[in-house]
């Protein structure tokens, strides 16, 4: 199964304050590291502060968006960057999330939803397209 690691961000993150933290850096470099000789970590990236960018706010009548600019509200609410992890069990990823280096952070586990989740709840002709844009994106990923 694959998991989405969202990471929180901090004040400092939040204020793309990253000086005198490269020990922070390399304890997770070597933290990567060894998710990626595991065979866990399929990506992972951390992501600018909320100050660049934008949220978008669609009516519930479809009508339209509303474009909101950042920075947002408070820092704990804010994802400051993610991993996606293939793992064979939700207790398998809570055990390599405890080995991470955080500290005073608040990170979150999902599971990502696979066609397998919607069988039986959508129709065929929905998950035929979902497996060919699946199809297409892969593909495209081998590319390049």
């Known amino acids: 199964m694959r998991v989405m ?8 993150s939040e204020q793309g ?4 933290r490269v020990g922070e850096f390399e304890a997770m470099g070597k933290y990567n590291e060894e998710l990626v000789k595991a065979g866990v970590m399929l990506a992972g990236e951390g992501i600018e502060p909320s ?6 706010d ?24 993610f991993w996606i992890w293939q ?12 080995r991470a280096p955080f500290r005073g952070q608040t990170v979150e586990l999902r ?3 696979e066609p397998a989740d919607f069988e ?4 065929p002709e929905v998950m035929e397209n979902e497996a060919r844009l699946r199809a297409q994106t892969a ?4 590319e390049g």
């Not at 009548?61 to 704990?76: C, L, Q, Y």
């Open 51 to 56: 100050s660049g960018g934008k949220r978008l």
């Open 87 to 98: 793992v064979s069990s939700m207790e398998e990823a809570v055990e390599w999330l405890r």
């Open 120 to 123: 039986g709840l959508l129709p």
């Open 139 to 142: 593909a495209t990923d081998t």
């Open 58 to 81: 669609f009516a519930a009548d479809g009508s339209g968006s509303r474009v909101i600019d950042g920075p947002f509200a408070e820092a704990k609410e804010i994802i400051g960057g």
């Open 17 to 20: 304050n990253y000086a005198g």
């Open 111 to 113: 599971r990502i939803l």
């Open 5 to 12: 690691v969202l990471v929180h961000a901090t004040e400092d």
